[in-house]
């Protein structure tokens, strides 16, 4: 206890807790209870989390302090190696329900009962940047889930894109260093507008198809939320009686389909670069959980033959016009880690964690992916044991000979550690089950499959250009124009001519528009001779609808984020009514303002806001309103963030409500003389209305945002 002659030395405010020191060193807990003590990793309660032990009152520490040193080692140990690839992800847990028996199918266990629920871990990433970077990179999105079934764990580590850019794994060093920082600069960072990457592929033409799914809003995604997943490979069901079936695995987002534009997604990146984090941790917070619709491409032998181009090509997709997709299952988001490195930076996919009922096929990508991933953990644990931690064992039971190394939480608990062994049940440990046990499709029923040990590209894998066309022409007028502008963007950032000039001469042999406008574009005085293509692609492929995102977007504005730019003065039913009809839809309502300290609504009463007007760019929002009294327009008009917000809400062709006495700010942003169908007078219409209109998400029809 202190006395009034020995005055406080600290005193720690924790909020519910106050303590205080005294000159002695002695404590007093001041107020607060109830709250678990602070240990060392051994347990032991810790009495002074503030000061080092220190021999007299200004002299050196004692090293016998163990608490700092165990506290102080452990923080310059925190770090391990970010993946390689994917380094930037966020995950979630929830389940996958089955919907109806597949045994005809596949012997899979998660797929065996109407209704079963799997446990799952999701894992989305962007590929190219660091663990740091930024959430709207143009990038592919990585969409991997683990499965904890009942026999065992199956992790789909797939992309929010059917292809690759290569056919072999050899090449996947090479396309990976050629995507990433240079490696005399070490920039640009999480992008792959520079020369090494086009350099790169405007000499690889398989490529190509890739390109156009990266260059196109696919790699812009709105969030982790309205994108959809893809396994990429051909692989196999197998039944118990060992009849296998091809198939290609999907991911339907039930919240529909949706991406930024570049601009926004250039904007987003200074204003959230967590834009994404931040979207599904709300969603996910506020229990609006995420689903997805598990798909399955169906096919046989048969179809393999007869189908233009080689499953086993990563490069290549089976247009969902030829093989429909049938929906077997849900994914639900349900819950956030309690911790992100233990889980989410901790869980290690594997495309060789397959369970009996799925096989692989022999995609070379594939074949290389099941030898890599086992590679990449050891070397971002450090150990064989990574298996062990929660995120990565099974949930079912599981019991091998593996033993020791470093950090292992299990072995063997039986006298043998070997087998075959004559210990008997007790003792003896886990035997193999030849019933029950995963045994591999024998395969051979793709002609090639094998012959003399060669280095080769199979003829098959030759076509180049051909899909690349069909998802050219597949996509809406407004979805071209943004693939030609990215495609001029990233090539505008080389500095090389001859890399852009071969990119266009490459792209002559997917669609001549498309070369012509991006050559254009690029300010190319002449249209390069297009490059000579391994084989002469094919011209008459039909447009696959199903490539598009706007021809297939949600039909609602369910789980979007409207943004209401507000001051003081306003008529607060409007906004009241505006929030009510967007709760009913299920959709989110921030409040903008000068100040985040809110607004005052009349009779000495104030709204808070959800963000300053300058923290707050319409580019975090899907739509925006505007609703301001005649003054608060006024002072808005002065406000540089202000302006930006409503010019950039015009250019990005969101919806834009408004009440009369926007006029001063639309005037000054320059909008006033171009306002059109998609600004809603919500004078005039109900906020239903609005609410409704904005179920379109864009207007697209205003002028082609970039
Ligand atoms: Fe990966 N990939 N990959 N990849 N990949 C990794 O494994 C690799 C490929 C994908 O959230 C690494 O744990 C090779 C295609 C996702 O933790 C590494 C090849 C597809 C993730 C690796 C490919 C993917 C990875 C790096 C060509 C879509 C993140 C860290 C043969 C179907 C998983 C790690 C997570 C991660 C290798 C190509 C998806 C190095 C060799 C195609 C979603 O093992």
Known sequence: MTTENEPL?????????????????????????????????????????????????????????????????????ERIPERVVHARGYGAHGYFENYEPLADLTRADLFSEAGLRTPVFVRFSTVAGNKGSSDLARDVRGFATKFYTREGNWDLV??????FFIQDAMKFPDVVHAAKQEPDREFPQAQTAHDNFWDFVSLMPESTHMLMWIMSDRAIPRSFRFMEGFGVHTFRLVTAAGRSTFVKFHWKPSQGMQSVVWNEALKINGADPDFHRRDLWQAISEGSFPEWELGLQLFDDEFADRFGFDILDPTKIIPEEEVPVRRVGRLVLDRMPQNFFADTEQVAFHTGNVVPGIDFTNDPL???????????????????????????????????????????????????????????????GPREDPAAGFSSHPGGD??????????????????????????????????????????????????????????????????????????GGLGLTELPAPLTPAREPVADLPASPALSILRNGPDSFAGRKIGVLVTNGIDAAVLEQLRSAAQREHVNVELVAPTVGGIDVGNGARLPADQKIDGGPSVLYDAVVVLTSKDGATELAAMPAARDFVTDAYAHCKFIGFTGDAGPLFEASGVAPLMDGGFIALDERSPEDFIARCGELRFWDRVPAQ
């Open 158 to 163: 797939g992309n929010n894109i059917p292809v």
């Open 446 to 519: 793709l002609s090639n499959d094998s012959g003399p040990k060669r280095r080769l590209r199979p003829e098959s894998f030759a076509d180049h250009y051909s899909q690349a066309r069909q998802f050219f022409i597949s996509q809406t007028e407004v979805e071209q124009r943004h693939l030609i502008d990215a495609f001029v963007f990233e090539l505008s950032k080389c500095d090389r001519v001859e890399i852009r000039t071969r990119m266009v001469a490459g792209l002559r042999n997917v669609h001549e528009d498309l070369a012509r406008a991006v050559a």
């Open 366 to 428: 594939l074949q290389g992916r099941n030898f890599s991933y086992l590679d990449t953990q050891l070397n971002r644990f450090n150990s064989t044991n990574f298996t062990h931690l929660p995120i990565n064992a099974p949930k079912c039971p599981f019991a091998n000979f593996q033993q020791d190394g470093f950090m292992a939480m299990y072995g063997p608990r039986t006298r043998a550690n070997y087998e075959p062994n004559s210990w008997g049940a007790q003792e003896g």
């Open 9 to 77: 030395r600290q005193r720690v405010d924790y909020g519910d807790q106050q303590i205080e020191r005294g000159h002695g060193g002695e404590t007093h807990q001041v107020a607060g209870d109830g709250v678990p003590p602070l240990t060392t990793q051994q347990g032991a309660v810790v009495s002074d989390d503030q000061n080092t032990l220190r021999v007299g009152e200004r002299g050196p520490d004692a090293l016998e302090d163990f608490h700092f040193r165990e506290k102080i080692t452990h923080f310059d140990h």
